[in-house]
């Protein structure tokens, strides 16, 4: 057991088994949230407890295989061990309003979208609660900059794993820990509209990101299989739902995709389906990735894109593109350490 997935509820049950009064559970939750490698550093904690507590659940810390920062606008992409060999990857992004660091939330991703190189070689395990926590403390320390924002779209579906996610975030939501604001937290899915669903019970105020990418059914069967199980209209109505619930406006992204989702007639198709819905589109040029065929929309289809949603009524933003000189796009740089691991091996 990673203590550091615990809740700060589930800390204090275990410390109560072990004799220890009420007030240890803050002490020690406070010290795991400062990203801690050794229980000898929770200085006013008995020596005692602290023993035993390494006996007990020793402390797993991801290490750090790539490190790379782009030359062009200070992204930076971490590679991550995990304590099975496994690795993940983050991204840690500056801008004007604090710094956002993207997280992974499971080690490779079953969902299968034709534009994604997270989800070539399937899914291997999903995260524990510590394992996403871990992301953002030790990019926080590393990088020596506070984490002020954080987007659950790197490798991985989160509401895949979704009772892990949720203990994440609980976690990184307490005043105790990083007490990194609900609203200052973005997850994204590509549609698994059950999860979106429950997600909407638990009225968190955080940004549901929904994973679009296409106008209609046929173009969304063709690049996104999980289309197949919940087609656009239900996942539509399950955004209208979340909306509800929550009164807070979904954000959809929109990978740019050159003849495939990016026409004039695509952008009114959007329209029409939105019509009602408090929504925001994040408008996003297509990362490149060797193993597949799809290519970027030219800039001036995305700006006719964006010009028609605007005038229909709907923000429209394009993303701006960072890290693309380091593989800062979602799989690639764990994808080429594997493959350099095997080549090593044969």
């Given at each position: 057991?990673?203590?550091?997935?615990?809740?700060?509820?589930?800390?204090?049950?275990?410390?109560?088994?072990?004799?220890?009064?009420?007030?240890?559970?803050?002490?020690?939750?406070?010290?795991?949230?400062?990203?801690?490698?050794?229980?000898?550093?929770?200085?006013?904690?008995?020596?005692?407890?602290?023993a035993?507590?390494?006996?007990?659940?020793?402390?797993?810390?991801?290490?750090?295989?790539?490190?790379?920062?782009?030359?062009?606008?200070?992204?930076?992409?971490?590679?991550?061990?995990l304590?099975?060999?496994?690795?993940?990857?983050?991204?840690?992004?500056?801008?004007?309003?604090?710094?956002?660091?993207?997280?992974?939330?499971?080690?490779?991703?079953?969902?299968?979208?034709?534009?994604?190189?997270?989800?070539?070689?399937?899914?291997v395990?999903?995260?524990?609660?510590?394992?996403?926590?871990?992301?953002?403390?030790?990019?926080?320390?590393?990088?020596?900059?506070?984490?002020?924002?954080?987007?659950?779209?790197?490798?991985?579906?989160?509401?895949?794993?979704?009772?892990?996610?949720?203990?994440?975030?609980?976690?990184?939501?307490?005043?105790?820990?990083?007490?990194?604001?609900?609203?200052?937290?973005?997850?994204?899915?590509?549609?698994?509209?059950?999860?979106?669903?429950?997600?909407?019970?638990?009225?968190?105020?955080?940004?549901?990101?929904?994973?679009?990418?296409?106008?209609?059914?046929s173009?969304?069967?063709?690049?996104?299989?999980v289309?197949?199980?919940?087609?656009?209209?239900?996942?539509?109505?399950?955004?209208?739902?979340?909306?509800?619930?929550?009164?807070?406006?979904?954000?959809?992204?929109?990978?740019?995709?050159?003849g495939?989702?990016?026409?004039?007639?695509?952008?009114?198709?959007?329209?029409?389906?939105?019509?009602?819905?408090?929504?925001?589109?994040?408008?996003?040029?297509?990362?490149?990735?060797?193993?597949?065929?799809?290519?970027?929309?030219?800039?001036?289809?995305?700006?006719?894109?964006?010009?028609?949603?605007?005038?229909?009524g709907?923000?429209?933003?394009?993303?701006?593109?960072?890290?693309?000189?380091?593989?800062?796009?979602?799989g690639?740089?764990?994808?080429?350490?594997?493959?350099?691991?095997?080549?090593?091996?044969?």
């Amino acid at each position: 057991m990673n203590l550091r997935s615990l809740t700060l509820a589930e800390l204090a049950d275990l410390l109560k088994t072990m004799g220890q009064p009420a007030f240890r559970a803050k002490q020690v939750f406070t010290w795991l949230h400062r990203g801690i490698r050794s229980f000898d550093e929770m200085t006013d904690l008995p020596k005692t407890l602290r023993a035993a507590l390494a006996e007990e659940y020793p402390l797993y810390t991801p290490q750090a295989v790539r490190r790379q920062e782009s030359a062009r606008d200070g992204t930076v992409k971490y590679l991550w061990r995990l304590s099975d060999g496994n690795c993940v990857e983050t991204v840690l992004m500056r801008y004007h309003y604090g710094n956002t660091v993207c997280i992974s939330t499971e080690v490779g991703c079953r969902m299968g979208c034709a534009f994604c190189a997270s989800t070539l070689g399937g899914l291997v395990r999903r995260l524990e609660p510590a394992e996403m926590l871990d992301q953002v403390l030790f990019t926080q320390l590393d990088s020596g900059l506070p984490i002020s924002h954080i987007v659950l779209m790197g490798i991985g579906e989160p509401l895949d794993n979704f009772d892990n996610v949720l203990k994440f975030l609980e976690n990184v939501n307490s005043p105790l820990g990083l007490n990194i604001s609900m609203r200052h937290i973005s997850l994204s899915t590509c549609g698994l509209v059950p999860k979106i669903d429950a997600l909407a019970e638990k009225k968190l105020q955080l940004t549901l990101s929904v994973s679009l990418h296409a106008p209609n059914n046929s173009v969304r069967d063709t690049i996104m299989p999980v289309n197949r199980a919940y087609p656009m209209e239900e996942l539509i109505a399950a955004c209208r739902r979340y909306y509800q619930a929550t009164s807070r406006r979904i954000s959809f992204e929109y990978a740019m995709i050159d003849g495939v989702n990016d026409t004039p007639a695509a952008a009114r198709e959007l329209l029409e389906k939105m019509r009602g819905l408090p929504a925001h589109f994040n408008l996003i040029p297509l990362n490149r990735v060797e193993e597949s065929p799809l290519k970027p929309s030219s800039r001036a289809a995305v700006a006719e894109f964006q010009r028609i949603l605007e005038q229909g009524g709907i923000p429209a933003t394009v993303r701006r593109t960072l890290g693309g000189d380091i593989d800062a796009s979602c799989g690639q740089l764990r994808r080429k350490y594997n493959q350099s691991a095997k080549g090593r091996e044969e």
